[in-house]
């Protein structure tokens, strides 16, 4: 109906192929037969037209239409030319050779190997090569005989329709360049290779060809995170090599997406805003600050860098006093609560290391706890707790110990056992010290005298005899009067 309203508004000229014309599109009744109708076609719709050579009546499934030669009057038929006669409709191949008069290396023989393989894509793009102007790629630099370098346009996809183009993913994609040595022999250079290759360029200075490859991880057989993060050290410097080390082998473990989580990053002071001295610990202060930048969420190929998630997010940053001077400590506390923290929930989460540009010291950055230390949210959220809650925070508080005594790891509590501190494994009845502290704290509240509890220290001289496992002065402080505790 919709092809009937039109009939008036157009004619051929001759009633004879007004009316074939319209047969064909009266015929078309829903969209599977759309294909088979045909249009009457303006001359001046048509381009470039160029003479081929005489051709018989073609196939009518790949005729679109009908014209006419403006000059001879001659009508024409409109033919897709682009139909593959192996598919028997516009594959991939049909848009590859369609650009083949677009380009050229300059070289017959590296032609027709990118050409042949376009031609046999016909249903999956990415296996084709391409002849890649060198102009490009960007970054490049030079490792022994290969180059690396960003790829701006990224490799091939799928065809678009809409924009008659092809559609490409991984923009400024990494990839790597190596010399193409044996040109009469070119495949053979491509099967001897892990990597995947996208295409061949031409230096523009040396005017050797290279082939261009995918830069895949080993492991993953792509360019996972890894790849990305590798890219970058040459970027940043905490200043120290074991801090470096320390942070470059937590990102080259973050293969995907879900480990993340676990990467560390040198995060520089001036991504930090809103600074506020929250109290002092043990070895240092602790601060509170807003992060500019937020957690790296994942990989974007658009923009060839990190999302984030939480920007602008509280975070804390403890300070280790005359960490400037790297200390066994202050690298002993980063591993130690690195490998608590990771896939364990009851632990703080930790973001990275940054450096105070005043003191030098160097700087943890910590998932802030609004609710602040134990000690404080017991005693803001007394009237509130209900035996429910703090059997829940008693059963939280035995997995975050119950990971540490299955990693043989040891840190920073305020209620930890001494010889946890001399730097002894983790046993039983330390487990039940650091619990029976914490638990008592939580079950009891208001009623400890949390005043006279000793201040937390990381030392071997915090008790006076190593062989005493709890001070007296310790265990006074956690006398508890049970008359007064309500059971309701």
């Not at 996809?157 to 991984?170: A, G």
């Not at 890894?226 to 082998?249: C, E, L």
């Not at 080259?252 to 610990?281: N, Q």
């Not at 602040?372 to 035996?387: A, I, M, Q, T, V």
């Amino acid at each position: 109906m919709r092809f009937q309203r039109n009939f008036e508004n157009w004619t051929s000229g001759n009633n004879n192929i007004d009316k074939f014309i319209r047969d064909t599109q009266l015929s078309a009744h829903d969209n599977y037969y759309m294909d088979y109708a045909l249009e009457w076609i303006p001359y001046d719709r048509l381009r470039d037209i160029k003479y081929i050579a005489e051709v018989e009546l073609g196939n009518i499934n790949n005729t679109c239409g009908i014209t006419q030669h403006p000059e001879t009057k001659n009508y024409m038929m409109v033919l897709n030319n682009n139909i593959c006669k192996k598919c028997n409709y516009v594959c991939n191949a049909m848009h590859f050779q369609q650009n083949f008069e677009n380009w050229t290396s300059g070289n017959k023989d590296i032609d027709k190997f990118i050409q042949d393989t376009q031609l046999s894509a016909h249903h999956n793009a990415k296996i084709a090569l391409e002849w890649i102007p060198y102009d490009r790629l960007i970054a490049k630099e030079e490792s022994g005989k290969m180059y690396s370098a960003n790829w701006i346009d990224g490799n091939i996809s799928f065809w678009d329709h809409i924009n008659q183009n092809w559609k490409r993913i991984n923009h400024n994609m990494i990839v790597i360049l190596k010399n193409l040595n044996y040109l009469k022999n070119i495949l053979m250079e491509f099967t001897d290779e892990i990597n995947k290759p996208c295409g061949i360029t031409q230096h523009s200075e040396t005017k050797n060809y290279m082939i261009v490859f995918n830069n895949r991880c080993k492991k993953c057989n792509y360019a996972c995170n890894t790849m990305y993060f590798k890219r970058n050290f040459k970027n940043w410097t905490s200043g120290n090599k074991d801090i470096d080390k320390f942070i470059q082998d937590t990102q080259l473990l973050s293969h995907t997406e879900d480990e993340l989580p676990k990467v560390l990053e040198w995060i520089p002071y001036d991504r930090f805003c809103d600074m506020k001295y929250i109290a002092k610990g043990g070895f240092g202060k602790v601060y509170k600050a807003t992060w500019i930048d937020g957690i790296i969420f994942k990989w974007s190929n658009i923009t060839s860098n990190w999302e984030r998630n939480h920007k602008n997010m509280s975070v804390a940053l403890k300070s280790l006093d005359n960490s400037k001077n790297i200390t066994s400590e202050f690298i002993n506390e980063v591993m130690l609560h690195n490998k608590v923290a990771i896939d364990n929930l009851f632990v703080i989460s930790f973001y990275g290391i940054t450096q105070d540009p005043d003191t030098t010291n160097y700087m943890m950055v910590l998932d802030y706890a609004e609710n602040g230390s134990l000690r404080n949210y017991l005693n803001k959220k007394y009237d509130e707790l209900n035996w429910n809650s703090k059997i829940d925070y008693i059963y939280d508080v035995t997995l975050g110990l119950k990971k540490n005594a299955k990693n043989n790891t040891y840190g920073v509590l305020p209620y930890i056992a001494p010889e946890i501190l001399r730097g002894q494994d983790y046993t039983k009845s330390a487990i039940f010290i650091v619990l029976g502290a914490h638990s008592e704290a939580i079950y009891t509240s208001r009623l400890l005298d949390f005043n006279n509890l000793p201040e937390p220290k990381n030392s071997d001289d915090y008790y006076e005899q190593d062989d005493i496992i709890i001070s007296k002065e310790f265990s006074d402080s956690l006398q508890i009067d049970i008359s007064q505790l309500n059971f309701n």
